[in-house]
């Protein structure tokens, strides 16, 4: 056996042991295996062999992304802004982002709210400030948190 092919086994071997675990983007696993000291060159090889194979895919990765941070309460642009971190392509980032409806990211900011907000009734001017802060730190557009503000105080004032 050659070195090339005892470093290009590991190079796979190690990629699949990382994406067992998880979806993980292309620049992702490459930087990973790169810490790892193999051959930039043989990376490139053994992570496009696994996209062929189809067991590496950005597509996957920002699916599985943008459902777990849904799941956490994130809003758009902080998901965004993290995928492009990852070194997801814009456009990719961009189409998944549209399947999810606006609707469905007001309504998130609501749920992320009343979770902040709990039993508490009161929200006056500068708890609104402080609540408005929080969702923009969460990733919701102006938009959404203006909305989910909205539908709170709306709530609270026909309880």
Wanted: charged content about 35%.
């Amino acid at each position: 056996m050659t070195e090339k092919t005892s470093e290009n086994l590991l190079i796979r071997k190690k990629a699949m042991d990382y994406l067992s675990r998880r979806e993980h983007s292309y620049q992702e696993l490459n930087t990973k295996l790169l810490k790892k000291s193999f051959n930039p060159s043989i990376v490139d090889i053994e992570l496009e062999k696994l996209i062929k194979d189809g067991l590496l895919s950005d597509k996957r990765f920002t699916e599985s992304f943008i459902r777990s941070r849904k799941n956490q309460g994130k809003g758009p642009l902080r998901i965004r802004s993290e995928l492009s971190i990852k070194g997801v392509k814009s456009q990719l980032i961009e189409d998944e982002l549209e399947e999810v409806k606006e609707q469905e990211w007001t309504q998130l900011a609501v749920e992320a709210l009343k979770k902040k907000l709990g039993n508490d009734s009161e929200l006056d001017y500068h708890k609104q400030l402080k609540l408005m802060r929080f969702l923009s730190t969460r990733g919701f557009s102006k938009q959404q948190v203006k909305s989910a503000i909205s539908h709170c105080l709306n709530n609270l004032s026909s309880d």
